[in-house]
């Protein structure tokens, strides 16, 4: 039987061949590519590679002069290849490797299989794939995207501020997964010049950085779009005096599940919003080398509850909805970009999809497992809209993730956006309620949605914890992959599953009256202490573990943080339900033990800005423990 190396994403077509590629007395890439500059950052992406695995140095070399003995491995570049669109051929044979692209992307991505290949060999734990220092099996891989793009959206809103320093190990890591769009969900995390008082204390990305973060994406064929939300979701501007007369509510509104006293969306018929938002674009954008802006739009829960009333009574909600969405699209084209929006709000009315002007890119969005994609998609599709479907992590407001959701969410949006001719894929990792999730619980919607994205087909079977361990991990022993993946199932224990999010989230931050009531006690008890039994199954199988990550020690603490989350959610409900064992004292000094390390955790990946606020999710469960 044929073993095929586990590959992040698997390729789509694998052919193992006899016999075996000996480097060891090679010592030169050749860059056949006019010009070679063009392929450099692959050449030096692979040349390190082999020298940190293999030990083996290899020099750069341009043209077709060296003798054929010297050279180790080529990179040709040349657009007449018969490949598809981003697509490469890797060939591993007895004389050497070869590599052809007619794009610097396919040369790029086939680097990157190459470097997972030589990561495989090096570290695999199965003697009989184990192989001589500096070789390598003879095989070929003939392999292209089912998605034109494959992005990751990062909800840098919500609290968390990723530093520049995560932010590029970020891209290193998604670039090495094939990913080559990502945008950075922005309400008031950019630092506008004209509007400091917004984003005062969130330790926003100033112009400087997003230029750098742009350069860095470009190298790694990364297209960094700009996100700049521009209807609703417009509180942390809203509340400010200045900013509360563009509101649609100034006194607060009814959304589906509450009421707010506070604004959150813009005033669609006052001139001073589109001025307002042209302010922004005129700041933004130029920090952008993309030509594609995403303006958002999702979720306008207060229109027509204020100053648009008597005008979404007289012409409909939604046609007030589209005219604005209309006058941003007529801002964004006339700068020169394709805009991008959010579909939820428009999606329902067909008559209004065929008004949407034809080069707009519509993102279909949806969370849960059985999310219509397939429904929403054709009806894009009929009206002649391209689309991405965007899928998510199931990270957020669920401390471990939901892995099953994530799995099939994912599946879904890969399936049938296929299906219906999404050019796009999308995934989202958001931030509500906190961001208490640590980003290595996103790794794995992350991995498992860049290789749907890639080729569905080619990874239904992917071996989804090998991978993790191996490529977001660099964990020898395969362990830290499993850790994750089995935590981020632990949402599925307790016989109750709300939607975009896991109950021992809501134990967590919710008041206890609030969620008792959804268990008898003795069924409650039984069912938190096997969820706690469970949780030490995962932690006691999976202990041996060791990565090569430069922040190996952090990814450590993260995984201990997130199992302390857990537990603490579990001993907190079986305190609710009479357990005597547990008391508020007890309880109330292990949650302070968790808040030390959660601030400590999130100062090495984010900035300090939106950190209060965070933490400020934790004093419900605090005041309970203290008045108890």
């Known amino acids: ?151 990751v959206m990062l909800d840098v809103s919500r609290d968390k501020v990723p530093t520049m320093q995560t932010m590029f190990d970020l891209v290193d890591m998604l670039s090495s997964w094939k990913i080559n769009q990502l945008q950075l969900y922005t309400e008031h995390t950019f630092a506008y010049q004209m509007h400091p008082e917004v984003w005062a204390g969130a330790s926003p ?84 080398s993309s030509r594609q802006f995403n303006v958002g739009c999702d979720e306008t829960f207060d229109l027509g509850q204020g100053r648009s009333m008597a005008e979404c009574e007289r012409l409909g909600t939604d046609r007030v909805y589209l005219d604005f969405l209309l006058k941003l699209h007529h801002d964004v084209t006339r700068r020169g970009y394709r805009m991008q929006f959010w579909g939820d709000m428009i999606i329902s009315q067909p008559e209004l999809l065929k008004e949407l002007p034809g080069d707009v890119v519509a993102l279909e969005w949806g969370y849960e497992a059985d999310h219509p994609f397939a429904e929403h998609g054709g009806k894009l599709a009929q009206a002649g809209i391209s689309f991405y479907v965007c899928p998510g992590t199931s990270a957020w407001n669920s401390l471990a993730g939901r892995t099953d959701n994530c799995l099939a969410n994912l599946a879904n949006a890969a399936q049938n956006g296929l299906k219906t001719g999404a050019e796009g894929y999308l995934i989202t990792d958001w931030g509500d309620n906190g961001h208490w999730q640590v980003l290595p619980v ?18 239904r079977d992917l071996h989804i914890p090998e991978a993790l361990s191996l490529f977001a991990f660099t964990d020898r022993f395969a362990k830290m992959g499993s850790m994750f993946y089995q ?63 430069s922040d190996d020690e952090l990814i450590k603490r993260e995984l201990e943080l997130t199992q302390q989350l857990l537990r603490h959610a579990c001993l907190r409900a079986l305190h609710a339900f009479g357990s005597p064992e547990f008391t508020p004292r007890f309880l109330l000094q292990h949650l302070e033990d968790i808040i030390t390390e959660y601030r400590s955790i999130w100062l090495l990946r984010n900035r300090p800005g939106g950190l209060s606020d965070s933490l400020a999710y934790f004093e419900i469960a605090k005041k309970e423990y203290q008045e108890s």
Not at 33 to 46: E, F, T, V
Not at 52 to 59: A, I, M, N, P
Not at 449 to 454: D, F, K, L, Q, T
Request: net charge negative.
């Open 487 to 549: 935590l981020g199932n632990i949402y599925r224990r307790l016989d109750l599953e709300p939607p975009n999010a896991s109950i021992l989230f809501t134990v967590l931050q919710k008041p206890m009256p609030e969620w008792r009531e959804y268990w008898q006690p003795d069924t409650a008890v039984q069912l938190f202490r096997n969820t706690l039994d469970y949780l030490d199954q995962i932690v006691s199988h999976n202990q041996r573990f060791s990565t090569q990550q």
């Open 205 to 288: 990305f100033t112009g400087e950085e997003i230029l750098k973060l742009d350069a860095y994406c470009r190298e790694r064929f990364v297209e960094l779009v700009p996100n700049q939300n521009s209807f609703g979701h417009m509180e942390h501007w809203l509340n400010h005096p200045q900013y509360l007369h563009l509101a649609e509510a100034p006194h607060g509104f009814d959304f589906p599940w509450g009421h707010s006293e506070t604004p959150f969306s813009l005033c669609p018929l006052d001139p001073h919003s589109l001025a307002f938002l042209q302010g922004l674009y005129n700041e933004l954008l130029p920090h952008f």
């Open 1 to 151: 039987m044929e073993m095929i190396p586990t590959l992040l994403p698997m390729p789509v077509d694998f052919k193992s061949n006899q016999g075996m590629c000996d480097l060891g007395q090679k010592h030169l890439i050749l860059l056949e590519c006019d010009p070679p500059h063009a392929i450099l950052s692959s050449a030096l992406r692979l040349q390190a590679a082999f020298d940190f695995h293999l030990q083996t140095l290899f020099q750069l070399y341009a043209g077709k002069t060296p003798q054929l003995e010297q050279v180790g491995i080529t990179l040709r570049m040349e657009q007449s290849l018969p490949l598809q669109p981003q697509g490469y051929y890797l060939q591993i044979s007895p004389s050497g490797i070869l590599i052809e692209a007619h794009q610097a992307e396919g040369i790029f991505y086939a680097c990157c299989t190459l470097i997972q290949l030589v990561e495989y060999y090096a570290s695999h734990q199965d003697n009989s794939q184990q192989l001589p220092l500096g070789c390598l099996p003879c095989l070929e891989i003939r392999d292209w995207p089912n998605f034109q793009h494959r992005g």
């Open 442 to 459: 996103s790794f794995l919607g992350f991995a498992v949605g860049a290789a749907y994205a890639w080729s569905l087909p080619a990874n």
